[in-house]
């Protein structure tokens, strides 16, 4: 098991540098040094797979007319990607069409969102972007400009931390709540992942537990001695994935806390183990996507 | 690396129970310890460095 804080440390790669096609760069604030993620032909290919099997087990499998949260400008260098941008990528494949909503400093094109909002008004939509982008630059401009916006049916992927949220005491409901009653935004899914397993996300379910799909798998740890806790006690999360050949990132402790709420019994109907993600060590670095991105 | 996706890899990824996963997964991340320690040598220096921090030699 490998701190994920090294990735920031050490040049962690498993193939020789002709076969890296893409570097992955993580989002921490306060580090000089960002963590580079190496990845080659299979790895990036399995991730891919991953992730599409993942989502249509929660979005079926038809690629929908999707709104991102986001700039364009965030995915313009197409060797190296920060962990926004490699979200974004990542979460495209799964929609069509695609509409950016903000401009390069971070302004919706509301006219813009209502145009792509008529021409696909009998479609369902997949909407995308992390967590408090789509809270800060969708839900409270809109609520600021009070602009008058229905999404229709429509699904909501976000991820990337809580922690600015919680600043604001906004849980999960809420957030979902506030975005159906203001935006229409008829359901929504959180996840839980990091540039170091991109791929192998841990979605919420209907319930809103998170899952561990076949091919990844979490474990809870004690802060002081590491050892492994049972179901149900709080501790240190530990993230594993069998995706990665190209940087040994298959098995890695995180700075983040949380609990296994149980195995196999959700009624969501998925199999594997439970999960809630409460936050992060004290003195942990602040690194998500949504937790790193500045507002000014 | 053979691919030995089509192992883990599925188009309905919520199938095994955590027993069934324990149990088909274990080898595969050991394999994969195995494969990153040969090639990645920072790495296997972490790893190395555990191993002696468990086994006492740093712990005075």
Known sequence: MLPVQLFKKAELSSVPDEQVIKVLKSSGTTSQQPSKIYLDRETASRQTKALSYIMKSFIGGQRLPMVIVDSKAVIQN???????????LGFSNFGRDHFYLLDEEMKPDW??????????????????????????????????????????????????????????????????????????????????????????????????????????????????TLEVLPNGKEGIVQVMSLLPSSYPGHNLLTEDVGVILGEDNCPCGRHGKMFRVSGRLPAAEIRGCSDTYSAT | MMDSSQLFLNPTPYSWTAEEKRRRTLPLYQSLTSWHKERCLPYSNILNKALHWEQGEFRH
């Open chain 1, 78 to 88: 197409r060797q190296s990607y920060s962990a926004r941008g490699a979200g974004i």
């Open chain 1, 111 to 224: 006219e813009g969102l209502r145009a792509f909002l008529d021409k696909h008004a009998d479609t369902r939509k997949l909407i995308f972007g992390f967590t408090f982008i789509v809270w800060l630059h969708l839900y409270k401009e809109a609520v600021r400009q009070e602009q008058r916006v229905d999404f229709g049916d429509s699904v909501l992927i976000h991820g990337g931390g809580w922690k600015k949220l919680e600043q604001e005491k906004t849980d999960s409901l809420t957030f979902n709540r506030l975005l159906r009653d203001s935006l229409g935004i008829r359901s929504s899914y959180n996840y839980y992942g990091m540039v170091e397993q991109v791929g192998s996300i841990f979605m919420e379910c209907e319930q809103g537990w998170l899952h561990t799909p076949d091919f990844a798998d979490v474990l809870v740890r004690d802060p002081y």
